[in-house]
């Protein structure tokens, strides 16, 4: 697949100790002197049974079960890793921010944080509105850290709309299920989610900047990118 081709130029660039948040069926594939620790909300048992279509010979197994929302990465000690990487997690977290404040945190001085999101025009949320920036930042000024079934009609109204109008038992069942996988929460381009990245470090005062990205134009998917802790 193109886009994780074009991945590689951004992962050559690790070394030393990382984590890899949400590696899922498709963890980086790192120089060999790297080492990484797969962090998860869910096991490769429960990830089976929420998604079905995933090959499940594919499935990483965690090293660590966290959620992130509640948890953040409290279990590393500050500046302990060379790299963090990212990919397709922020989208499902109910607090963006605070995730990533806790992946800077425990960067090293000069580590990275790789980080890919899906670029709503070329996936299924291409008529779901995007994520406004205030939405998120008070999200984090007041450390939500949980959500409810509801919050996923958005999904209902914008992509799956054959299921408008069906009893509530019905709807019910589809907003738990979409609860229960941790469905996209969160829509972007690649141009609003870069400016989301800028933003939202800006406000957190984090220092960093881009040392190799590509966006959805590039790859037809995502943006991806490579940041490194300054």
């Given at each position: 697949m193109k886009f994780l081709e074009l991945r590689q130029t951004g992962y050559d660039l690790l070394k030393g100790s990382g984590l890899e948040i949400g590696a899922f069926e498709h963890p980086a594939c790192l120089p060999t002197a790297c080492s990484v620790e797969y962090v998860d909300r869910f096991s490769t048992f429960e990830a089976q049974k929420l998604f079905p279509e995933v090959e499940c010979s594919k499935l990483i197994e965690p090293d660590h079960l966290i959620d992130l929302d509640c948890e953040g990465l409290k279990f590393f000690k500050s500046a302990s890793r060379d790299f963090v990487i990212f990919n397709h997690v922020i989208e499902h977290l109910i607090n963006p921010m605070f995730a990533l404040e806790e992946i800077f945190r425990v960067l090293r001085q000069g580590g990275y944080c790789v980080i890919a999101a899906p670029d709503k025009e070329y996936t299924f949320d291409k008529d779901r509105p995007l994520t406004p920036f205030n939405v998120l930042i008070e999200a984090y000024e007041s450390g939500l850290s949980e959500n409810s079934a509801e919050d996923y009609e958005d999904i209902?109204?914008?992509?799956?709309?054959?299921?408008?109008?069906?009893?509530?038992?019905?709807?019910?069942?589809?907003?738990?299920s979409y609860h229960a996988r941790r469905e996209h929460l969160h829509i972007w381009t690649s141009e609003s989610f870069r400016l989301f990245l800028v933003s939202a470090l800006s406000y957190l005062k984090l220092q960093s900047s881009p040392v190799y990205e590509v966006t959805a134009v590039d790859n037809s998917f995502e943006y991806f990118g490579v940041w490194q802790k300054r």
């Open positions: 209902l109204n914008f992509i799956h709309t054959e299921h408008l109008g069906k009893p509530k038992s019905f709807i019910d069942k589809c907003l738990d």
